[in-house]
Every structure is written in structure tokens, then in C-alpha cells.
């Protein structure tokens, strides 16, 4: 049995269910450091960079999943459902922290969104992560049909290419961490492309 195949069978015995449950640790314990002054000089913007980052994080490890099975041969699918939901409760996280704790204001957040574009495109990516969480269930599969159901969840590229642009405008100046995560979108994305599919598709001439 190969390395590959005794991990799937290990995971097999691993439910999904404690990952929702682990979730709730990291915010709760960012908000404890951030009320006990462990988060520096700004801790509601340092909350805000590491919740909103952390659910970056978690949507890229989603992201990882498929092309982990195809390339490694390591089966991790029955968690991305579940990792899915949490890089979004993540973001809504991060959405409230700012709206609430920073700005304080839903007249001046509102106008936030229209004037600064990396707002407007953090917003963009979020509006599109809604539709992908309403419809991460079993019913939602059904009701749709599996091929709809695919198509619609692609927008998970879209979401992932917007957020890594939003945390590279959100810095100022030039610094190496958002673009150290965008390299890793390109090369995620670029991962899913069956390359001698393309290749071998007969062209027009």
C-alpha cells in the first residue's frame, strides 16, 4: 500500500464535523489578545489584517484540495465543504470588525465601499463568497443538479483572484506578503488546468 493510499484510509476515520468546532478558537482567542494588549499599538486594525487574513488562508487551502488528489494522490474532499463554510464565517469576521469596530458608521462604510477600490474589491469577492455558502449543502447539490452546482462553485477562482488583489492594494507600498499570496493563487489556479486536455482540444483553423 502506498503512502498515499494509508493516508486516505487514516482520513477515512476522520470526520468533518470537528473542523467547525475548531474554527471558533482562533477569533475568540485574537479578541483576547486584543482586549489583554497583545495585538500592539492598533489592535482593532491588527484584529481586522489577521481574521481577514487567516480566512484568505483558509479559502487557498480549499483551493489546494483537488489538486493535492491529483498530484499526491491524497483525498481530502469530504473536508472542503466544511473548510469552505469556515474561510467564510473568516470573512464575515472580518467584514464586522471593520464595520463595527473601525469605521463605526454604516453611512461612512457604505461610502468607503464606493470611494476606496480595494474596499470595493474586498466587497466584490465577499458578495460572490455568498452564493457559494448558501448552496454548501446536500439539498442545494440536489435542487441544482451536480453540473450547475460545479459551475456555480467556480466562482470560488474569482473570489480567491479578488481577495489577493484586495490584501495587495489594502498595503501600502510595496510589501512582499500579499504578493507571496497571490504567487500562491496563480500557482493554485494554474494547478487546475489540465494542461494536455487544452492541448490535445482540436483548433479551428
Not at 482567542?29 to 497583545?38: E, R, V
Not at 488528489?69 to 469552505?84: E, H, P, S, T
Not at 507600498?173 to 500579499?178: I, K, M, N, T, V
Given at each position: 500500500?502506498?503512502?498515499?493510499?494509508?493516508?486516505?484510509?487514516?482520513?477515512?476515520?476522520?470526520?468533518?464535523?470537528?473542523?467547525?468546532?475548531?474554527?471558533?478558537?482562533?477569533?475568540?482567542?485574537?479578541?483576547?489578545?486584543?482586549?489583554?494588549?497583545?495585538?500592539?499599538?492598533?489592535?482593532?486594525?491588527?484584529?481586522?489584517?489577521?481574521?481577514?487574513?487567516?480566512?484568505?488562508?483558509?479559502?487557498?487551502?480549499?483551493?489546494?484540495?483537488?489538486?493535492?488528489r491529483k498530484y499526491l494522490g491524497?483525498?481530502?474532499?469530504?473536508?472542503?465543504?466544511?473548510l469552505g463554510l469556515v474561510g467564510?464565517?473568516?470573512?464575515?469576521?472580518?467584514?464586522?470588525?471593520?464595520?463595527?469596530?473601525?469605521?463605526?458608521?454604516?453611512?461612512?462604510?457604505?461610502?468607503?465601499?464606493?470611494?476606496?477600490?480595494?474596499?470595493?474589491?474586498?466587497?466584490?469577492?465577499?458578495?460572490?463568497?455568498?452564493?457559494?455558502?448558501?448552496?454548501?449543502?446536500?439539498?442545494?447539490?440536489?435542487?441544482?443538479?451536480?453540473?450547475?452546482?460545479?459551475?456555480?462553485?467556480?466562482?470560488?477562482?474569482?473570489?480567491?483572484?479578488?481577495?489577493?488583489?484586495?490584501?495587495?492594494?489594502?498595503?501600502?507600498?510595496?510589501?512582499?506578503?500579499?504578493?507571496?499570496?497571490?504567487?500562491?493563487?496563480?500557482?493554485?489556479?494554474?494547478?487546475?488546468?489540465?494542461?494536455?486536455?487544452?492541448?490535445?482540444?482540436?483548433?479551428?483553423?
Amino acid at each position: 500500500m502506498s503512502i498515499s493510499q494509508s493516508i486516505n484510509t487514516a482520513l477515512r476515520r476522520v470526520p468533518a464535523w470537528p473542523i467547525y468546532i475548531v474554527s471558533v478558537i482562533p477569533p475568540v482567542w485574537y479578541l483576547y489578545l486584543g482586549f489583554t494588549g497583545g495585538l500592539g499599538f492598533e489592535p482593532i486594525k491588527e484584529l481586522e489584517h489577521r481574521i481577514g487574513l487567516l480566512g484568505f488562508q483558509v479559502l487557498l487551502a480549499t483551493l489546494a484540495i483537488s489538486p493535492i488528489r491529483k498530484y499526491l494522490g491524497v483525498n481530502l474532499i469530504r473536508y472542503r465543504r466544511a473548510l469552505g463554510l469556515v474561510g467564510f464565517f473568516y470573512i464575515v469576521c472580518h467584514l464586522l470588525v471593520w464595520a463595527a469596530l473601525d469605521v463605526q458608521a454604516v453611512n461612512e462604510a457604505l461610502a468607503d465601499i464606493v470611494k476606496r477600490p480595494y474596499i470595493t474589491i474586498g466587497m466584490a469577492g465577499f458578495a460572490l463568497l455568498i452564493p457559494l455558502a448558501m448552496t454548501s449543502n446536500n439539498w442545494s447539490i440536489r435542487r441544482m443538479g451536480p453540473l450547475k452546482w460545479r459551475r456555480l462553485h467556480q466562482l470560488s477562482y474569482a473570489t480567491v483572484i479578488l481577495g489577493g488583489i484586495h490584501f495587495i492594494m489594502a498595503r501600502k507600498g510595496f510589501q512582499l506578503e500579499p504578493w507571496f499570496y497571490m504567487g500562491l493563487v496563480v500557482v493554485l489556479l494554474g494547478l487546475r488546468v489540465d494542461l494536455g486536455a487544452w492541448f490535445a482540444r482540436p483548433r479551428r483553423a
